[in-house]
């Protein structure tokens, strides 16, 4: 209620004693005054307060005559009264007289009226206690108060402020939780009166409300945060308009002195915004501007703000103020990585709370997920996981996305991260199905992607991957049959490289057990020298196995010793290792090995844990007797059709043979778990079935666990032989090779059991009908191989009359003439897979012999290399179709290499033979190259291969794909780190270190490229740059480290060559010049690679006498077989006329042909092999092959399909199944080998010739030339130029169908089976890149 101005003049007396006016009391009371005692003046102010009380504004008379007293409560004697009742009751009558009087207050005195309020103030301070006696009275004064709006009269005084502030404090101070609802609705009301009818808020008063609002107050007295709340939500409209002058003052104009709150403007402008937005309406825009702020700590206290305004749960502010929302996202990308950090951090509240806004984050989050910091990435990751973990629905598949790229990043922290954070989803969604089958299927590629993990090199990655596998995938603490089944379909639902990781890791986890074995029966056998230095080697291997190997060392001679010394401990870790420890026994062991090796006293244990890792790569946590049985009976069913096949997402017959799979592979590790009938019923159940993969599967699984099925399982052993034998005669040849195997493996009459299938089918071959000899000669041929004692005579018969005689000399039916390189398996010929069975029958029978006495591998060897000088058209007839003959080639390639594994036949391998071989990586056919490498790779990392063998991949340097040629690089990084570390190793392989040491190959390299069917003219730049690009190749890949001054070492051993002579043809000048040249290409590439080459070489290197005579005493070799401008034409990379391998490198130059057009119908796998015919007329016909591989969609795995490229002379049509045959020649000059230039011709001239040829072929069509024979020289014939020297002829005499047609000049026409060009100078600045890319892989 407002008081008006006028005021009636009270008596001028208002002191106790005053004797102007006579003090009426009221009835009963006696005159209150000093001389009495405080009982008294308590006991007489109950009564007067009792007469306001009942008063009421109408009473005149009784307002007239109490006026005097209203006065008399006034004076100092009661306002400074120390009494607390009589205060108390004073107040309580000055409040009745601001209400009886009302609107007239008795008091006109300014200074008075502003005491008696700031004395009715502190009076309000006694609410505080709900309990004390007095509280009624406490409240009936705060609700006269607010009831009458008293103080509204004091914004008549100057100084108001001053009493709204001590009583906002007052009211702020005492509320408290004891308080009920009554008390805090008149504390608003009293409070919200004053700003309201105010004419605004002053900051000291709206410092007294925003004060209980900072986190500091607001813990200390929540009741006080909750009443400003309240207050500010219900004068919002008033209260706004000072609100956005302190901010403005303090954020825009910098005056942090308006305010002792100015350093808490964030958590204000937080707290007020959850209370309504509305009171910061006009703040907003402000904090645009300071998050442009040039002040990175304030930029950063602002997003962490705006981090909590946008993210809150129910938070409109990012789609009401849109641009304040864009400006927050920019610093997202803020060059303070604090801001950054805090950004990524908002997101994930963001995303759980406002679905809605994912998308505007993603972009942003996919940017950070690169970002340079270590700790921004990692936070990217826990942001997208824990808003996935909350529902999957909140995170897209792009964010899922960025999550899976840093599974691969280079901080072992972020990968972990990703890592489990991924674990953890496919647990929850897939493993326990929380959130249906559609979050299932989102999340499926998660297992996929995990197990690829186990690829990577590092340690940490793969105990990571299979603590995961144990934990998350497969929870090992699941019981039996439900961790059977989880495994059972996650096999069947695995990608091929994922089975292979998944495969990999029980493979590397058992050769650890094993290692573990050995060392625990070294400690049974006695001490000595050797068994100490046997049982460091081991220690050693173990320790590799380990995170951290160096640490890891010490750690495991630490547990050794622990080992020699206790017994008890020596016997819990053999019963965890041995093949019948249970699962559940498994468990106890690890538990109590741990006990015995913690220390209370140690709580951060690293050896301790060290240890942990161990028992948990060699415990059987999964597999034991109890889960095969578990697995068969799973496969049972889904033979039987009543398992949960569909349900789980497989099909019955994928889940049957990936059952048999993964059976298979546990074969391996656990064979003693297969040991019971009820299994082995089931497995030849399965044997019975019509998939071949499962029979061949279930064949192995007998071979690998049926040692004991003999002895122990006769009716078994009785059901198994006849089966096994009919496999070998008439199932696939892989089912007959595991029969022959299985036969061999587990029998002990073995020898009459193998004789019974081999003179049957040695009888009974056929070579009019090769669709029944495939799997006949694949028994044969592993009999043979494993009794060679008992069938290497009878086979020698077989071998000459029948396989090379009768098979590999004749050609019965006529090939497709498609021009297909190479077609699927299931389109090849019966004749041609009869001839490849042939070729490893041939093989096998000799390495089961293992020596040479008969001269058999010289014949066979001769017989091979025949093959490949005729491209696989061994009877040079004509009749085989191309895929065929790459066929064909691929075998003769695989058997030499096959037999160079055998030392005896190693040694009668001529350089002429090894260099066919070789050649074979440069095929035309691209699977064909593709497949020899992966044979070369697999066989050189087992180190079965000499070491000359890994020259051949220098070769690859001319491979037109850039996959095969990523491939070779990694093959070659992983080979001579493999040998460096096993020379490490092994102390007594010093002694070998001319078959072991990666820079020995170096001199085979150089003997290889001397004698390259391409390197014809040792003055011709292109030639040389392609040696150099070969070298170089290789050389990138030793030269990464100079271990034992091995740059000086090469160099040395280049210098050394040329003081010896080429082994092969040493009393040729033309080869032995070559050899010198490609000494001073390599020299020229290692000086100018290495500043380190020139320091004195460790040892003298010692060449191989097969390739180099022995230096002679007086020769001297100090020429220089490269000219100083060649040199620096090589080492500046200058771009070359023509590609390494005809066009693959440069652009077609000739008028009217478009470039590689696309082939979109060509099938998928194939190659199309095409020849042009240049000049008809000449009449000299040979053939150029120009055939390249696809660059594009090719991959290194053949699951791949090959995508085909195809160049048709003066037309963009694609070719599909057509082979283009025509003559390809220059006037005057007929080549019969890729690696000869023909003589240059005028470029318009040329361009001009090629476009009547190109009309006249798409007129009349190419005719067929005679086939220029692979490996021979061409018979006589004239030759229109005289630049063909019998040194050519000799050098096409070894030529080979190469990946890319010649080198020719710009005018010619380069087709096949190929890629789309790149030029040249682009490959070139790519280089680098490609291999920093290879070395991340």
């Not at 098979?807 to 003439?817: C, F, I, V």
């Not at 820079?999 to 150099?1028: G, N, S």
């Not at 290194?1196 to 160049?1207: A, L, Q």
Request: aromatic fraction near 6%; charged fraction near 25%; glycine fraction near 4%.
């Amino acid at each position: 209620m407002d008081f008006p101005p006028v005021q009636p003049k009270p008596p001028s007396g208002l002191g106790l004693g005053s004797s102007d006016a006579k003090i009426a009391y009221p009835p009963g009371v006696k005159e209150i005054t000093d001389k009495i005692t405080n009982d008294e003046v308590v006991k007489r102010l109950k009564m007067v307060v009792k007469t306001f009380m009942d008063m009421d504004q109408d009473s005149e008379d009784e307002k007239q005559q109490y006026l005097p007293l209203a006065l008399h409560l006034a004076s100092e004697f009661f306002l400074r009264n120390p009494n607390k009742d009589v205060r108390l009751l004073v107040a309580c009558c000055l409040a009745d007289i601001f209400r009886i009087y009302a609107p007239e207050a008795p008091y006109t005195s300014h200074d008075k009226l502003k005491d008696i309020f700031l004395f009715i103030t502190r009076q309000l301070k006694g609410l505080e206690d709900t309990k004390s006696p007095q509280f009624n009275r406490y409240f009936y004064l705060l609700e006269n108060l607010a009831w009458v709006k008293s103080y509204n009269i004091c914004f008549e005084l100057e100084d108001c402020n001053e009493i709204f502030i001590q009583l906002f404090r007052t009211l702020f101070s005492v509320i408290n939780n004891s308080h009920n609802k009554k008390v805090q609705m008149h504390m608003l009301d009293l409070m919200s009166s004053i700003i309201m009818e105010g004419d605004g808020v002053t900051q000291e008063l709206l410092d007294s409300i925003l004060i209980n609002l900072i986190p500091a107050h607001k813990n200390l007295n929540k009741q006080a945060f909750d009443l400003a709340k309240v207050l500010l939500k219900r004068t919002v409209q008033i209260i706004e308009a000072s609100i956005a002058n302190f901010f403005n003052q303090v954020l825009v104009l910098g005056r942090s002195s308006v305010s002792d709150l100015s350093e808490h403007v964030f958590d204000l402008i937080q707290e007020l915004f959850a209370i309504d937005p509305h009171l910061l309406l006009s703040v907003m825009p402000q904090l645009e501007f300071k998050l442009k702020s040039n002040d990175g700590e304030e930029r950063l206290a602002v997003v962490r703000l705006l981090a909590k305004l946008f993210g809150s749960k129910d938070s409109d502010l990012a789609t009401q103020n849109r641009p304040l929302w864009q400006c927050f996202l920019g610093r997202f990308n803020d060059i303070h990585v604090p801001v950054r950090l805090e950004s990524v951090k908002f997101a994930s509240h963001c995303l759980m709370n406002h679905p809605d806004l994912a998308k505007d984050l993603t972009e942003y989050l996919k940017v950070r997920s690169h970002d340079p910091e270590e700790a921004i990435r990692h936070d990217v990751i826990v942001t997208i996981i824990t808003a996935g973990k909350r529902d999957l629905s909140l995170v897209n598949d792009q964010l899922l996305g960025f999550v899976r790229e840093r599974t691969l990043d280079k901080r072992w922290r972020v990968r972990k991260e990703a890592m489990m954070g991924l674990a953890q989803l496919y647990k929850k969604y897939c493993l326990h199905a929380e959130a249906g089958r559609e979050a299932a299927e989102k999340v499926s590629w998660i297992k996929d992607k995990l197990l690829h993990i186990y690829y990577q090199n590092s340690i940490d990655d793969k105990l990571l991957v299979e603590k995961i596998f144990a934990q998350y995938l497969v929870p090992h603490n699941l019981e039996t049959e439900e961790r059977m089944k989880c495994l059972y379909y996650l096999y069947a639902s695995l990608d091929p490289n994922a089975v292979k990781a998944l495969n990999e890791m029980w493979k590397c986890q058992n050769l650890l057990r094993s290692h573990v074995r050995e060392l625990l029966d070294l400690h049974k056998q006695p001490a000595s020298e050797a068994n100490s230095s046997a049982m460091f080697g081991k220690l050693m291997t173990i320790a590799k196995n380990l995170p951290d190997p160096g640490k890891a060392q010490d750690f495991v001679k630490k547990f050794n010793q622990v080992l020699g010394d206790d017994e008890k401990l020596r016997s819990q870790l053999e019963l965890l290792i041995s093949p019948t420890c249970s699962c559940k026994q498994a468990d106890v062991c690890v538990r109590e090995i741990a006990r015995k090796l913690a220390n209370p006293k140690q709580p951060t244990n690293p050896f301790l844990e060290m240890v942990k890792f161990l028992l948990e790569r060699i415990a059987p946590v999964h597999i034991d007797s109890e889960a095969i049985s578990a697995l068969v009976k799973l496969m049972n069913k889904s033979i039987e059709g009543t398992a949960d096949d569909e349900e789980e997402g497989v099909s019955p017959d994928t889940a049957i043979r990936a059952g048999l799979e993964l059976l298979k592979v546990l074969s391996f590790t656990h064979p003693t778990s297969f040991h019971s009938a009820e299994t082995y019923e089931s497995l030849l159940q399965c044997l019975r079935m019509e998939d071949d993969k499962v029979a061949e599967a279930a064949i192995q699984i007998f071979r690998n666990t049926g040692h004991k099925i003999e002895t122990d399982l006769p009716q078994i052993r009785s059901t198994l032989i006849p089966i096994l034998h009919q496999k070998a005669k008439r199932g696939t040849p892989h089912q007959a090779k595991q029969a022959v195997h299985c036969i061999h493996a587990i029998f002990t009459n073995k020898e009459v059991q193998l004789a019974q299938i081999f003179e049957p089918l040695s009888r009974s071959l056929n070579a009019d009908v090769p669709e029944q000899l495939i799997t006949p000669l694949v028994s044969l041929g592993h009999i043979s191989m494993l009794a060679p004692d008992q069938f290497a005579s009878p086979m020698k018969s077989v071998v000459a009359n029948f396989i090379v005689k009768d098979l590999l000399m004749n050609d019965r039916s006529t090939g497709e003439k498609n021009g297909k390189l190479w077609s699927p398996d299931e389109e090849v010929s019966p004749e041609v897979l009869a001839k490849v069975q042939a070729i490893k029958l041939l093989v096998r029978w000799l390495l089961g012999m293992k020596n040479n006495q008969s001269k058999s591998a010289n014949s066979t060897l001769r017989l091979l290399s025949a093959m490949l000088v005729s491209e696989g058209d061994l009877t040079e007839q004509k009749r085989i179709s191309k895929s065929d003959m790459s066929r064909l080639r691929l075998a003769a390639g695989s058997a030499i290499m096959k037999l160079a594994q055998e030392p005896c036949y190693h040694e009668i391998i001529t350089p002429e033979q090894f260099q066919l071989c070789a050649l074979v990586i440069n095929d035309e056919c691209y699977q064909v190259r593709q497949i020899f490498a992966q044979k070369l790779h697999k066989a050189l990392v087992k180190l079965l291969l000499p070491l000359e063998y890994m020259a051949i991949f220098a070769l690859c340097a001319k491979d037109p794909v850039k996959e095969r040629r990523a491939h070779a690089r990694q093959c070659l990084l992983k080979n001579i780190s493999i040998r460096r570390e096993y020379i490490k190793q092994n102390p007594m392989a010093t002694e070998k270190l001319l078959s072991l040491l990666p820079e020995y190959v170096v001199p085979y390299m150089i003997h290889l490229l001397a004698h390259d069917p391409d390197f014809t003219k040792p003055q011709d730049v292109d030639q040389l740059r392609d040696i150099k690009e070969c070298l170089w190749f290789m050389l990138e890949v030793l030269m990464t480290k100079n271990e034992n001054n091995s740059h000086a070492f090469m160099k040395k051993m280049a210098e050394n060559i040329k003081l010896t002579r080429d082994a092969q043809s040493p009393d040729e000048p033309k080869t032995n010049e070559k050899l010198y040249t490609v000494c001073d290409v390599a020299l020229c590439v290692i000086n100018s690679k290495s500043a380190l080459c020139n320091a004195d070489s460790p040892k003298d290197p010692v060449l191989p006498t097969k390739f180099f005579t022995q230096p002679e005493k007086d020769f001297c070799n100090d020429r220089s077989y490269i000219s100083e401008e060649t040199r620096v034409l090589l080492l500046t990379g200058k771009p070359k006329p023509a590609g390494v391998l005809g066009a693959v490198n440069k652009p077609l130059s000739a008028t009217g042909r478009k470039p590689y057009v696309r082939s979109t119908g060509t099938e998928p796998g194939s190659n199309v092999n095409a020849n042009s015919e240049l000049n008809p007329s000449t009449g000299n016909r040979s053939r150029e092959p120009n055939s390249e591989a696809s660059e594009t969609g090719v991959s290194e795995n053949e699951e791949n399909p090959v995508r085909i490229i195809s160049v048709i002379p003066g037309k963009a049509e694609p070719v599909k199944n057509k082979e283009i045959n025509s003559d390809q020649a220059a006037p005057g000059n007929l080549s019969t080998d890729r690696g000869k230039k023909r003589p240059a011709t005028a470029s318009g001239a040329e361009n001009i010739q090629q476009k009547v040829e190109e009309k006249k072929a798409d007129e009349t069509g190419p005719p067929i030339p005679p086939k220029a024979r692979r490996g021979r020289r061409p018979k006589s014939e004239s030759q229109g130029s005289a630049t063909k020297s019998d040194e050519a002829n000799k050098a096409a005499g070894r030529g080979r169908k190469r990946a890319a047609g010649g080198q020719e000049s710009p005018g010619g026409l380069e087709a096949g089976s190929a890629k789309a060009p790149k030029l040249q100078d682009l490959a070139k600045k790519a280089a680098p890149a490609e291999r920093q890319i290879d070395l991340q892989r």
